[in-house]
């Protein structure tokens, strides 16, 4: 069985059922169903070789749902591409997976220009003669459901995490770990027909660990009529969204929205949040906001999205609220230091192992070894388990920052800051934010004799990196800490930024 065998027996199950509501109209199982099939069977006319990479670079529509289960009908390797990236970025992943077929919206042009790969246009084409979805699946129509045999070890996605400015790190997931993902997401929320699923964050990320579970349950994924929480909160409100996943930070705008109240949410149930940590005094007030619907899970890219989970019964015991919950199924979570097992209550780095952990990195084989040690994974992550089994993050080992529910490497931004001539050396760190969970910020060591302001190098690193990358602060430092051996102490300049917020805040 493969990941898309969801998908189809629930269409054949329930054929008339909803399986998408989007602004546009709703589309039944039946129909998603013989679209799936006949733009599946377009991608096999254009490259039939199996296992071949396809990029998909969209919004969250219809179109991309549709595109994504046809790229896994038949047989091929997902490669998503954030359309809030920059197109230097998306080079990078493309120029390393060498997809054949590139899926995109008209508007993600820019960034797609000059790469290689057979263009296919979501929505309305763009005007370099490409084809569109709508007129490939046309032609194929009544094509029947592609077949294909793959072990459970192929590459069923190929997602990126991190990187630096040489090679970007592609996770390789397999359809091992999309089938303990699909069976574990049911299990812990308990999916059913009447699910209504309101995709409220990218499908590009996290959200494409919901849809299959969902689709396999008979649910049904509602599609947001804009953009932004009041869109979201329009979803529950008039759509009956009954669960989401989201990053703490859309959920607290959901409670600032002017009116907002538990009402506007008459059908939620599930209230998954991820991607950054939540507070225990945050979790009170959501709580207190929406009633006893919270749920969070924690896993990585590279053991997407549920290698522990916290369920809504887990949170109403306050013991609980610094936790991110207890291990799924087929996984095991565990503490370790030095090569060896730490017994309850002891802090080291997290390590998992089981059917959800990824292969490893896209022709990183060396980085790979690296990460997987004798089966367990090595996550960077440090923090302890308790008696009950309950795990508790204490910090990572890495220096990856959590914003907004994005990944941000310290090493990323620190790049691009470097190439301004005026700074001479710089340090990025996050620190806790009340709405971004973390906020990336940065202290900059100036070239003797050189000038720039930090609205000068905050643009100077958005052109390069994006919004989600760019510092929100930058802390001047005349000379920055150093050890004796002259390596910039991070952890000086982060502790220095906390004490200016903490000073700020009580002046």
């Given at each position: 069985?493969?990941?898309?065998?969801?998908?189809?027996?629930?269409?054949?199950?329930?054929?008339?059922?909803?399986?998408?509501?989007?602004?546009?109209?709703?589309?039944?199982?039946?129909?998603?169903?013989?679209?799936?099939?006949?733009?599946?069977?377009?991608?096999?006319?254009?490259?039939?070789?199996?296992?071949?990479?396809?990029?998909?670079?969209?919004?969250?529509?219809?179109?991309?749902?549709?595109?994504?289960?046809?790229?896994?009908?038949?047989?091929?390797?997902?490669?998503?591409?954030?359309?809030?990236?920059?197109?230097?970025?998306?080079?990078?992943?493309?120029?390393?997976?060498?997809?054949?077929?590139?899926?995109?919206?008209?508007?993600?042009?820019?960034?797609?220009?000059?790469?290689?790969?057979?263009?296919?246009?979501?929505?309305?084409?763009?005007?370099?003669?490409?084809?569109?979805?709508?007129a490939l699946s046309a032609r194929h129509a009544g094509a029947a459901?592609?077949?294909?045999?793959?072990?459970?070890?192929?590459?069923?996605?190929?997602?990126?995490?991190?990187?630096?400015?040489?090679?970007?790190?592609?996770?390789?997931?397999?359809?091992?770990?999309?089938?303990?993902?699909?069976?574990?997401?049911?299990?812990?929320?308990?999916?059913?027909?009447?699910?209504?699923?309101?995709?409220?964050?990218?499908?590009?990320?996290?959200?494409?660990?919901?849809?299959?579970?969902?689709?396999?349950?008979?649910?049904?994924?509602?599609?947001?009529?804009?953009?932004?929480?009041?869109?979201?909160?329009?979803?529950?409100?008039?759509?009956?969204?009954?669960?989401?996943?989201?990053?703490?930070?859309?959920?607290?705008?959901?409670?600032?929205?002017?009116?907002?109240?538990?009402?506007?949410?008459?059908?939620?149930?599930?209230?998954?949040?991820?991607?950054?940590?939540?507070?225990?005094?945050?979790?009170?007030?959501?709580?207190?906001?929406?009633?006893?619907?919270?749920?969070?899970?924690?896993?990585?890219?590279?053991a997407p999205q549920i290698l522990t989970v916290m369920r809504p019964?887990?949170?109403?015991?306050?013991?609980?609220?610094?936790?991110?919950?207890?291990?799924?199924?087929?996984?095991?979570?565990?503490?370790?230091?030095?090569?060896?097992?730490?017994?309850?209550?002891?802090?080291?780095?997290?390590?998992?192992?089981?059917?959800?952990?990824?292969?490893?990195?896209?022709?990183?084989?060396?980085?790979?070894?690296?990460?997987?040690?004798?089966?367990?994974?090595?996550?960077?992550?440090?923090?302890?388990?308790?008696?009950?089994?309950?795990?508790?993050?204490?910090?990572?080992?890495?220096?990856?920052?959590?914003?907004?529910?994005?990944?941000?490497?310290?090493?990323?931004?620190?790049?691009?800051?470097?190439?301004?001539?005026?700074?001479?050396?710089?340090?990025?760190?996050?620190?806790?934010?009340?709405?971004?969970?973390?906020?990336?910020?940065?202290?900059?060591?100036?070239?003797?004799?050189?000038?720039?302001?930090?609205?000068?190098?905050?643009?100077?690193?958005?052109?390069?990196?994006?919004?989600?990358?760019?510092?929100?602060?930058?802390?001047?430092?005349?000379?920055?800490?150093?050890?004796?051996?002259?390596?910039?102490?991070?952890?000086?300049?982060?502790?220095?930024?906390?004490?200016?917020?903490?000073?700020?805040?009580?002046?």
């Open positions: 069985m493969n990941p898309i065998d969801f998908f189809w027996r629930a269409a054949q199950r329930w054929p008339e059922r909803i399986a998408i509501d989007a602004p546009e109209g709703t589309l039944r199982y039946d129909a998603l169903a013989a679209w799936v099939s006949a733009f599946a069977a377009a991608l096999m006319e254009i490259d039939p070789e199996p296992q071949s990479r396809v990029a998909i670079c969209a919004g969250n529509s219809s179109e991309h749902i549709a595109a994504l289960l046809a790229v896994l009908a038949c047989g091929k390797t997902w490669v998503p591409l954030n359309p809030k990236s920059t197109a230097p970025e998306i080079r990078r992943i493309i120029d390393a997976t060498e997809p054949s077929i590139l899926i995109l919206d008209a508007d993600c042009a820019n960034l797609l220009a000059g790469a290689p790969g057979r263009r296919i246009y979501c929505g309305v084409a763009g005007n370099d003669g490409a084809p569109s979805m709508a459901r592609p077949s294909f045999t793959l072990p459970p070890e192929a590459t069923q996605a190929i997602k990126f995490t991190g990187g630096t400015t040489g090679l970007p790190k592609g996770v390789m997931q397999t359809y091992r770990a999309w089938m303990a993902n699909i069976s574990n997401q049911i299990h812990a929320w308990g999916f059913d027909e009447h699910e209504r699923y309101v995709v409220a964050a990218p499908i590009t990320h996290g959200t494409s660990t919901y849809l299959l579970p969902i689709l396999a349950q008979g649910g049904c994924h509602v599609l947001l009529a804009g953009a932004g929480a009041e869109a979201v909160r329009a979803a529950f409100q008039h759509k009956g969204g009954t669960v989401s996943f989201m990053p703490p930070t859309l959920v607290y705008m959901l409670m600032a929205l002017p009116g907002a109240s538990r009402a506007d949410f008459p059908k939620l149930r599930r209230l998954i949040y991820g991607g950054a940590p939540m507070p225990p005094e945050k979790i009170r007030e959501v709580r207190s906001f929406f009633g006893p619907v919270l749920g969070t899970t924690y896993g990585q890219t590279e019964e887990d949170f109403e015991d306050e013991r609980n609220w610094a936790a991110v919950g207890r291990a799924t199924w087929f996984s095991d979570v565990a503490i370790m230091a030095g090569g060896q097992l730490l017994p309850p209550g002891e802090v080291g780095e997290v390590v998992a192992r089981g059917d959800l952990l990824m292969s490893g990195y896209w022709r990183l084989p060396g980085m790979t070894a690296e990460t997987i040690v004798e089966g367990w994974l090595h996550t960077g992550d440090r923090g302890l388990i308790d008696e009950r089994g309950y795990l508790y993050l204490k910090d990572r080992l890495k220096d990856l920052v959590i914003t907004g529910g994005f990944n941000v490497y310290p090493v990323d931004v620190e790049n691009a800051l470097g190439q301004h001539p005026a700074v001479h050396e710089c340090a990025v760190f996050g620190i806790p934010d009340d709405k971004w969970g973390e906020a990336v910020q940065a202290a900059v060591q100036l070239r003797p004799g050189w000038q720039a302001n930090q609205a000068e190098l905050i643009a100077f690193v958005r052109e390069r990196l994006g919004p989600v990358q760019t510092p929100k602060l930058i802390h001047f430092h005349d000379s920055l800490p150093r050890s004796p051996v002259g390596k910039v102490l991070k952890s000086a300049v982060r502790a220095q930024a906390l004490a200016a917020a903490d000073a700020a805040t009580t002046s």
